[in-house]
């Protein structure tokens, strides 16, 4: 039996709706707003790349920095600004994206010169919180833990839907990431195809078991450890302050933790979130990616967090320019050695 409650509820406009508490949530739904816009989006192939990529057009009207009073992600409040969750009290909410580039009934594609395919999957947002502010580093551990299982729960119940290759949920944080909303939130995309720096991963686990036979010699690149899990910053890492959070012993996902490694992993994610904020004081631009295995890999795929964060330096960015985008050669101005001791001593 999982430890929390779940309270599922149907949009006005379809839409699925998910209430992640401790204890059961019993209050009436609020008015909703207005039906979501008709989405478009399809699949092309990339021939040289060799990658889907998704095409999604109507995902240029999306609510962009809203003010507080009109964020999307607050609880409702009765009499005022309709919310996505149309409830005044939840603790973790999860709901299908208003604008996804994946859906379960996708148009049929155009016929072009390239391949085209439907843009089938699912595209979630994962509410951290009811508070408008804050982050995985100030959130309560009871909040954070309630956050992994729900992940937990999205992974088990998406990987059980037939077309589905691959699960990721993961955060996109900071303006300088192109964040449009400020409340705390992730997202899960759910793909229709393993996409291709998953294909990498996957291959090179099921050659070798990279994380397992990396482990015993990354005490130079340790930033932090708690019970079975380890944050380091990886040797090879491409973006400066790069930090993995990785279980010592194999686990393909979420969905094979103990009770207690799931509660070491949320303290973990935490703290790391803290370190990197606390590395140039200031909240620092992240993507964070929940690496699991994809569908069929789970006898090798080592489950993984990664953090990319984007600066190298107190308002200073690294950005993606000629040699990464142009031939996928990353040039790094700190040694991963010199970032994990900064981050260890902050
Ligand atoms: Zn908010
Ligand atoms: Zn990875």
Redesign the pocket.
């Known amino acids: 039996m999982p430890p929390f409650h779940k309270h599922t509820h149907r949009k006005r406009d379809g839409r699925e709706l998910l209430l992640y508490s401790w204890a059961p949530l019993e209050d009436p739904p609020l008015p909703e707003p207005e039906e979501a816009p008709a989405p478009s989006s399809h699949l092309r192939y990339h021939p040289l790349r060799r990658a889907w990529a998704v095409y999604t057009p109507h995902r240029q009207g999306r609510t962009f920095l809203p003010p507080e009073e009109h964020c999307p992600l607050c609880p409702s409040r009765p009499g005022g600004f309709p919310t996505e969750i149309p409830f005044p009290r939840f603790q973790v909410a999860v709901f299908q994206n208003r604008f996804p580039a994946f859906v379960e009934t996708p148009p049929a594609p155009p016929s072009l010169p390239v391949p085209t395919a439907p843009a089938w999957g699912r595209c979630e947002v994962v509410v951290y919180t009811p508070r408008h502010t804050g982050s995985l580093a100030t959130l309560s551990q009871e909040e954070r833990l309630l956050l992994l299982w729900a992940l937990r729960d999205r992974y088990q119940v998406l990987y059980a839907l037939e077309g589905v290759r691959f699960v990721m949920p993961f955060e996109n944080r900071g303006e300088a990431i192109g964040v449009t909303l400020h409340h705390p939130h992730g997202q899960i995309y759910a793909y229709p195809f393993v996409p291709p720096?998953?294909e990498r991963?996957a291959e090179a686990f099921r050659e070798r078991p990279v994380l397992l036979e990396l482990l015993p010699h990354l005490g130079p690149y340790s930033v932090d450890r708690e019970g079975g899990f380890l944050a380091f910053v990886p040797p090879f890492a491409h973006f400066p302050y790069e930090v993995w959070v990785v279980p010592e012993a194999f686990h393909p996902g979420l969905w094979t933790l103990s009770e207690g490694e799931m509660e070491a992993l949320a303290r973990l994610l935490g703290r790391t979130v803290a370190r990197l904020d606390a590395l140039f004081g200031e909240p620092m631009p992240y993507v964070m990616?929940f690496?699991a295995a994809p569908k069929g890999e789970e006898a090798h795929f080592h489950f993984?967090v990664?953090f990319l964060p984007v600066l190298r330096d107190k308002g200073r960015r690294k950005y993606l320019a000629g040699t990464e985008l142009g031939a996928g050669a990353f040039t790094v101005d700190v040694l991963p050695e010199e970032a994990a001791r900064r981050l260890r001593e902050v």
């Open positions: 720096l998953l991963e990616l690496h993984h990664e």
